[in-house]
């Protein structure tokens, strides 16, 4: 069993910069493939990035250039960077983890976290 517990979230202004982080619980968090998911108003949940156990990186053409993500295995810890924010990335923003460890858009993500609220003002 992987909990996630979300932080970084809040109100930003558009072109600016936030790093959300996601807590992981259990010794298996290195062998995971993680992901970081967004869900706006009216909208279906859609995939931003993922990271693989072996450090590969994946992303959302709409992030491309944007955003990183990242892991600190040490801390058991996944990050989002998210750099030049517009108004289309305010959504809740969710962690998810896969025992498969790949981290890909279409991986079955096994455990998700409860979500932060990310906010980007015009």
């Known amino acids: 069993q992987v909990q996630l517990v979300e932080s970084g979230g809040g109100l930003v202004q558009t072109g600016g910069s936030l790093r959300l982080s996601c807590a992981a619980s259990?010794?298996?968090?290195?062998?995971?493939?993680m992901g970081w998911f967004r869900q706006a108003p009216g909208k279906e949940r859609e995939f931003v990035a993922g990271?693989?156990?072996?450090?590969?990186?994946y992303y959302a053409d709409s992030v491309k250039g944007r955003f990183t993500i990242s892991r600190d295995n040490a801390k058991n810890t996944v990050y989002l960077q998210m750099n030049t924010l517009k108004s289309e990335g305010t959504a809740v923003y969710y962690c998810?983890?896969?025992?498969?460890?790949?981290?890909?858009?279409?991986?079955?993500?096994?455990?998700w976290g409860q979500g932060t609220q990310v906010t980007v003002s015009s």
């Open positions: 990271i693989s156990w072996s450090r590969s990186t």
């Open positions: 259990g010794r298996t968090f290195t062998t995971y493939g």
């Open positions: 998810a983890a896969e025992a498969g460890g790949w981290g890909q858009p279409d991986s079955p993500y096994d455990y």
